[in-house]
């Protein structure tokens, strides 16, 4: 009882419902490495606690990848968590997505390329 | 008492994992889109070029490689070089395009360049000399 009561106070949760990441436009003649992050608000029961993340995408998780809704043409992206702020027991997190040039240079003009990723932190 | 601690670290179990069901995960929407491009392929990152002619007897022609976005057709548009004092009335007229692969884009990556190929009548010395560079733009 004592071991499950200390998990539970020690567990995160999201206090944001979640975000968006646009890439906005990708010019293949440049082909450069392209960011774009959005932040998300967590809580934890027990401050200074450190959630763990893992991410799984609608498009598949190895890679993660958009896909181009009207075809079937895909372009991959990675993601990484890193905390912006920690306040008492709220805390921010930065979730940045990154696309690589070699990933986007011979893609399919248009979209929009697009993905649902999930987000989960535990404990 | 066994059977009631038992119970007891099941029950809180149970709450734990219910109590964090939906608050541990978040969705996050994910979108881009790709830009229609074109653009030569010795100087990628510009629209224009000069095409060097090979000015043989009674026509020069030339020939350049470029790429475009996956699915982008490209258009051009194509001058010949300035003036020609010399010509009389042998004004040179602009070269035309011959051919352009008639191909669509298939990406800016390595091995996937289209070529560009123009001529244009060169029945004099002077119009030849007249017409030693090309200029070509593309679009998008």
Redesign the interface.
């Known amino acids: 009882m004592l071991l499950a009561s200390s998990l539970a106070w020690g567990a995160c949760t999201f206090s944001s419902p979640g975000g968006t990441i646009a890439f906005g436009s990708l010019d293949p003649s440049v082909a450069n490495t392209r960011t774009a992050f959005t932040d998300l608000n967590i809580k934890c029961t027990s401050a200074g606690n450190t959630p763990s993340w893992s991410f799984s995408g609608a498009n598949g998780n190895a890679p993660l990848q958009m896909k181009y809704a009207a075809q079937n043409a895909f372009i991959p992206y990675s993601v990484s968590p890193s905390v912006v702020s920690v306040t008492g027991s709220s805390q921010v997190w930065r979730v940045t997505a990154t696309v690589l040039g070699t990933d986007y240079q011979n893609a399919v003009v248009g979209g929009p390329y697009v993905d649902q990723l999930t987000a989960t932190i535990t404990p | 008492m066994s059977n009631r601690l038992s119970f007891?670290?099941a029950a809180?179990?149970v709450?734990?994992a219910g109590?964090?069901d939906g608050?541990?995960?978040?969705?996050?929407?994910?979108?881009?889109?790709?830009?229609?491009?074109c653009?030569f392929a010795a100087s990628?990152?510009s629209d224009a070029t000069r095409i060097p002619l090979d000015r043989a007897q009674g026509s020069a022609t030339g020939a350049v490689t470029y790429?475009c976005?996956?699915?982008?057709a490209p258009t051009f548009a194509i001058t010949a070089s300035a003036g020609c004092p010399g010509c009389g009335d042998e004004t040179p007229s602009a070269p035309v395009i011959v051919s352009y692969s008639h191909a669509i884009?298939?990406?800016?990556?390595s091995g996937?360049e289209l070529t560009l190929v123009v001529a244009g009548p060169a029945p004099t010395e002077s119009v030849r000399t007249a017409l030693s560079n090309v200029s070509v733009t593309v679009s998008p």
């Open positions: 007891s670290i809180s179990w709450l734990v109590g964090a608050a541990e995960t978040a969705t996050i929407s994910i979108y881009t889109t790709v830009l229609p491009v653009r990628i990152g790429q976005t996956s699915g982008v884009g298939r990406g800016m990556g996937r």
